[in-house]
């Protein structure tokens, strides 16, 4: 019998029901190294608020694009409050780092014989993402998929356009073809293969030559099975739980349980509260040893750069430590470097310091005692918590338990 993604996730969630399993710590696994890009920074190095800018703006309208797809594809809300417009086998994987905050990627192949791509990993989102040979000068610098090279490739004659805005970010045609991340292969895995990328894809921000979904399949677009999913119903994970670490000097994703060398102790649970975003309730933020929110509704995203807040949350938490708005750039704030606050976010009633560096994105050129903070504001009613908070803590995420896991990092 052919078992396909959708049985996958019900037999996947009618076990838990019955039985909530355990997530076997440091079950055998794939790692996957990862690496970090390049800050978004002017050539004189001083923060480049127009690319931040383009960075909050391009992290807010997939969020929206995913809420769209949700309501599309199961005819309701993801996020009802939210008023949008509307224009076999496991191990680790090293990262590479992409700063502003940082964005991670690492390698993957596609297609026989296989060619490689760097992807960034990204839990906000759920489709694959690959610049074609077709793509132009918009994909300048970027390793391009050719399907005449691939044995293995199917045109499936379908287009797809990734919108932001009123941008088209990416578009172009749906291909099916072979991924293949550290020994794990993905067959007939649907690809999004770009014929033109926007201003938000080019090298010099995106060093990555693609996007890996790994959010559940009712946020993607075209309904497709991202990527762990797919292996997770052809048999390659030993465990349907993939699991990060961003810190250096090893920073990872591993595939098919956790890696036990990269923690200490026990993991935090907190449940998915709707399956389709990994979103989770924040149970508060403390600010030197203050309460400062509750029940914050967090949307927990490896895609982004910073931790996003809503207007009167960020507001609120900077009041505490006396930040301002940044002149003519009012989403972000800047503090005193001499007066760094101790901030922890509490998830399943365990508190999880950020680190002051981690609350630091920049210092300011003209005054070096002047810090930018790394909690920036938006005009929705949730939070995007990025890599910023995931630089202090190993976080797994569970598809089977419908959960997301936090670890005291070894």
Not at 9 to 24: G, M
Not at 106 to 122: K, L, M, S
Not at 140 to 165: I, R
Not at 267 to 290: A, H, L
Request: charged share 15%.
């Amino acid at each position: 019998m052919h078992f396909t993604l959708a049985m996958a996730i019900t037999s996947l969630q009618f076990f838990v029901a019955a039985s909530p399993q355990r997530v076997k710590q440091g079950a055998r696994g794939i790692a996957i190294p990862l690496s970090k890009r390049p800050p978004r920074v002017n050539a004189n190095k001083s923060v480049n608020f127009e690319a931040l800018d383009s960075h909050v703006a391009s992290t807010r309208a997939k969020i929206l694009r995913g809420l769209d797809s949700f309501e599309k594809n199961n005819g309701a809300s993801h996020l009802p409050a939210v008023k949008r417009a509307r224009k076999r086998a496991s191990g680790g994987l090293p990262l590479d780092p992409f700063h502003f905050g940082n964005l991670w990627f690492g390698a993957v192949t596609v297609g026989t014989p296989p060619q490689i791509y760097t992807v960034a990993f990204d839990t906000g989102s759920s489709d694959f993402l690959l610049p074609g040979v077709d793509c132009g000068a918009s994909c300048d610098g970027h390793a391009l998929y050719d399907p005449a090279s691939s044995l293995t490739s199917v045109n499936l004659d379908e287009p797809f356009v990734v919108g932001y805005e009123s941008d088209h970010s990416a578009f172009g045609h749906q291909y099916k073809d072979n991924v293949t991340i550290v020994g794990l292969t993905a067959t007939d895995q649907i690809l999004n293969v770009a014929s033109h990328y926007s201003e938000d894809f080019q090298t010099e921000w995106f060093t990555a030559d693609g996007v890996m979904g790994m959010a559940f399949p009712s946020v993607s677009r075209y309904t497709q099975s991202p990527v762990f999913y797919t292996l997770i119903t052809q048999g390659q994970t030993d465990e349907p739980v993939f699991a990060f670490n961003f810190a250096d000097p090893q920073p990872e994703l591993y595939l098919g349980g956790t890696n036990p060398d990269m923690y200490t102790g026990d993991f935090t649970y907190t449940q998915v509260t709707e399956v389709g975003y990994w979103r989770v309730n924040m149970e508060n933020i403390v600010v030197n040893g203050e309460v400062c929110l509750t029940n914050v509704d967090s949307i927990i995203d490896t895609g982004s750069d910073l931790i996003h807040g809503s207007l009167d949350d960020v507001a609120t938490f900077y009041e505490l430590i006396g930040g301002v708005p940044v002149p003519g750039n009012h989403q972000f704030y800047a503090f005193r470097c001499d007066d760094i606050p101790s901030v922890s976010f509490t998830f399943g009633g365990t508190s999880f310091p950020i680190s002051a560096g981690s609350l630091i994105f920049d210092h300011s050129k003209e005054d070096p005692s002047v810090c930018y903070g790394a909690i920036v504001a938006r005009n929705e009613p949730y939070w995007v918590v990025g890599a910023v908070f995931f630089d202090n803590v190993y976080t797994v995420f569970d598809v089977a338990n419908t959960r997301v896991g936090f670890a005291t990092l070894a």
